[in-house]
Each structure stands twice: as structure tokens, then as C-alpha cells.
């Protein structure tokens, strides 16, 4: 069975910062484009960044400069480094991947960042 596990979340700061991980696991044979995106509730999940296979990023206009997407393929692993935090990026931040052929979805990790 494969998955994506996330690691990382917790409170901090306004101002202060985070790193989240995200490993694929399982029987894995193809792993492309990887990401991260947010969700609050009663708000629509939003994507916050994307790096493909080769090292091409995108980010939410909310984010750029301050969040940063890179990835170990020998790994399998996803990070999302989140400098100068704002009470604003508060939300349960989720790990998604273009994994097997499927688009997938890790649990999620509580991020909450303190005013």
C-alpha cells in the first residue's frame, strides 16, 4: 500500500518558522510532480506549492518569498521550509503527489501560527 505520511507541523510564532516533510512509502514505481496544500475550515483547499521531478516550482501568490518547496527523489520526500509566518497561514497543511499514476493526498499536519 502506498502512502504519504507528513511530519512537521506544530504552533509557533508569527514571524517564526517551520519545516514540513512529506515521504511517500509502499511499493512505489513512478513519482512526479509533488506538493503542498492548505485547507481551513469552511474554506476550499488551496494549493501552496510544486516542484516536479526535474526541480520546477510554482507557489501561491500568499507565499512567495516566504515559503520554500524542495525535494529528495532518493528520498521520496517533499519539504516545504515556511519562513516569517503569519497567523494568516494557519491551517491543516496537506502533502499531495502524482504517485502511481494517481493523484494522492497524505493525512495532513496542523500547522497554527500564534499572533
Known amino acids: 500500500q502506498v502512502q504519504l ?5 506544530g504552533l509557533v510564532q508569527a514571524g517564526g518558522s517551520l519545516r514540513l516533510s512529506c515521504a511517500a512509502s509502499g511499493s512505489i514505481f513512478s513519482l512526479n510532480r509533488m506538493g503542498w496544500a492548505r485547507q481551513v475550515p469552511g474554506k476550499q483547499r488551496e ?3 510544486n516542484i516536479t521531478t526535474g526541480g520546477s516550482t ?3 501568490d500568499s507565499v512567495k518569498g516566504r515559503f520554500s518547496i524542495s525535494r ?3 528520498k521520496r520526500t517533499v ?3 515556511m519562513n516569517s509566518l ?3 497561514d494557519t ?3 496537506y502533502c499531495n503527489a502524482y504517485l502511481n ?15
Not at 5 to 9: K, P, T
Not at 101 to 115: A, E, K, L, N
Open 5 to 9: 505520511v507528513e511530519s512537521g507541523g
Open 47 to 49: 494549493s501552496v506549492a
Open 58 to 60: 510554482d507557489y501561491a
Open 72 to 74: 529528495d527523489n532518493a
Open 79 to 81: 519539504y516545504l521550509q
Open 86 to 88: 503569519k497567523p494568516e
Open 91 to 93: 491551517a491543516v497543511y
Open 101 to 115: 499514476y494517481r493523484f494522492r493526498w497524505g493525512q495532513g499536519t496542523q500547522v497554527t501560527v500564534s499572533s
